[in-house]
């Protein structure tokens, strides 16, 4: 009985060091002691949050919002704020949690690095760092540009052009394929003026266009980026175009097939009863399923779904509502619990939005957190699972 009790209040205290053995962190873009924002970490539960930077204009940049940060192979945390710098153009910055230091490591410039970073940045591979800039470049229309965390060499890889070349005003994230090339998605551009879909091999540095969308077929506008499912083959979301009759026309899912080049719209969000406008980047999730968020619209305060690239089956397993968080933006992020963690513009006790998590096993949907003003309100970006 002894060795049992022992046994026991063993596993009892490895499972409470399990539970706490990562933190998320994440960005407000608005509020804080500075009014323009704050990283914020807390645990897995909402509880001691802990403001961690309060953002400040020039000298630390400004409006973190469509960004999540990542957490990189040196242990350090980089992310990207839209606004602020020496330039006013966005800044790129590094954070070590080990001695609660911000470095700006670059500050963007328009025509030479880009502007305004709406997106978030990705590891690749080969260990660089690449990203998107909404603005700047040559032409105006954005830049996909490399940084190597380790010497903090910075490299222009792309001037986006508008029709031509690949797009204008790229946002979200890119993704590696399991073919080691680089995949992401602009907003405008191309031939309709209503996205691109492109390619980008930083091995030989070539770029190509592959795909544009046109509104009703396709969609029209895609915003968060891209997702490779278990067959092999891209799934995005466009936010606007469909075949729904709204005024706004709220949006589409699609596949693209990486072997054949074809782009495949899989759904059309809206009609019926369906919730409408995705913004944030779908994610495959342990099952294989993907998860994504609707942000809704008007009295439609959005849905969290589940989409099987098998039977092309959609699911709602959530809908949104102001007492417990309303219009997400961003991507979930699965835990090493199994349970999916995100953020809601708005809604929650507070009307700041919520930090919520979300069983798919159980369907259970909890509000861990809601956000105030003085540490930061109304994130548009995801969540990071800090390893510690």
Do not use: C
Request: no cysteine; hydrophobic share 35%; aromatic share 14%.
């Amino acid at each position: 009985m002894r060795q049992y009790i022992f046994f026991t209040t063993l596993l009892f205290f490895v499972f409470q060091l399990d539970a706490q053995n990562y933190e998320f962190w994440g960005t407000l873009p608005q509020g804080g002691t500075n009014g323009g924002g704050t990283i914020f970490k807390t645990d897995p539960n909402g509880n001691n949050l802990q403001v961690e930077k309060d953002f400040f204009g020039v000298s630390l940049g400004k409006l973190p919002a469509y960004t999540h940060f990542i957490q990189a192979d040196n242990g350090k945390i980089y992310g990207m704020v839209a606004d602020g710098g020496a330039n006013n153009k966005g800044v790129l910055f590094e954070f070590d949690d080990v001695n609660n230091q911000y470095i700006k490591r670059i500050e963007f410039d328009g025509s030479n690095m880009g502007a305004h970073p709406n997106g978030s940045l990705m590891q690749a591979s080969n260990g660089n760092l690449y990203g998107l800039t909404s603005q700047g470049g040559i032409f105006d229309a954005g830049t996909l540009f490399e940084y190597n965390p380790y010497t903090g060499a910075f490299s222009k890889k792309i001037d986006f052009d508008g029709a031509n070349n690949g797009g204008t005003s790229p946002m979200g994230e890119l993704i590696q394929a399991s073919n080691g090339k680089l995949y992401g998605i602009t907003v405008y551009g191309g031939a309709n003026n209503q996205g691109t879909l492109f390619e980008y091999d930083f091995v030989s540095g070539s770029f190509n266009p592959l795909a544009e969308f046109n509104g009703n077929s396709i969609g029209a506008h895609p915003f968060g980026g891209l997702v490779q499912a278990d067959n092999g083959k891209l799934y995005g979301t466009a936010s606007n175009g469909g075949t729904s009759t709204s005024t706004f026309s709220d949006g589409t899912l699609f596949e693209f097939d990486i072997s054949s080049g074809t782009i495949t719209k899989k759904l059309d969000f809206g009609v019926g009863a369906l919730s409408s406008n995705p913004i944030g980047k779908l994610i495959k999730i342990s099952t294989g399923k993907l998860y994504g968020t609707l942000a809704g619209f008007g009295l439609d305060s959005g849905t969290i779904y589940e989409y099987d690239t098998e039977t092309n089956t959609y699911t709602e397993k959530k809908g949104l509502f102001n007492a417990i968080g309303e219009h997400p933006y961003s991507k979930l992020i699965e835990a090493d619990n199994g349970k999916l963690y995100g953020m809601t513009t708005a809604g929650g006790s507070l009307e700041h939005g919520v930090l919520f998590e979300f069983s798919p096993s159980s369907g259970i949907y909890a509000v861990k957190l809601n956000f105030d003003s003085d540490n930061g309100r109304s994130p548009f970006g995801a969540l990071m699972q800090k390893s510690n």
